[in-house]
């Protein structure tokens, strides 16, 4: 009798550490957003006051992974100037663990028109539809650039 209660007891208990963890866990698409961070990293641009920049380039770089479309862009920027996002599709993006570089996976296309000399704060954001993330770019304007 002592052997099958023994057997019945640790039954019991191998199924308990199996099942018992899963009993409150969600399914894993569940609407499951991902973990992801906006990792533009507070860019600066310098520009000639009296040309601007009509063609040129910053980052909306994503970092983690996501399951939902990413869309990016920027705003607030100087008068005339424009800028053009993008959508990144569901997916990963991580550091080298070699090196700690991150891949750029969004690329902002800026058309800076001239302004006067003096700083100009732009913000870039990134959102999928459920958390909007946002950085700062730094536009300098002034001679010598």
């Known amino acids: 009798m002592k052997k099958s209660v023994r057997r019945a007891g640790l039954s019991v208990g191998l199924v308990s550490a199996v099942v018992l963890p899963l009993v409150g ?27 601007g920049w009509p063609r040129t380039y910053a980052f909306a770089t994503v970092e983690g992974t996501w399951d939902t479309p990413i869309e990016y862009g920027i705003r607030e920027l100087p008068p005339g100037s424009s800028g053009v996002g993008g959508t990144l599709e569901p997916g990963t993006n991580e550091r080298d663990p070699d090196d700690g570089g991150l891949p750029v996976n969004g690329w902002l296309d800026l058309r800076i028109a001239p302004a006067p000399a003096g700083e100009y704060t732009a913000e870039v954001w990134a959102s999928d539809g459920r958390e909007t993330q946002t950085d700062s770019l730094l536009l300098v304007f002034r001679e010598g650039c």
């Not at 866990?25 to 040309?51: F, K, T, Y």
């Open 25 to 51: 866990a969600a399914p894993a698409s569940a609407g499951s957003a991902g973990s992801w961070n906006l990792a533009a990293e507070g860019q600066r641009i310098c520009v000639d006051p009296d040309r």
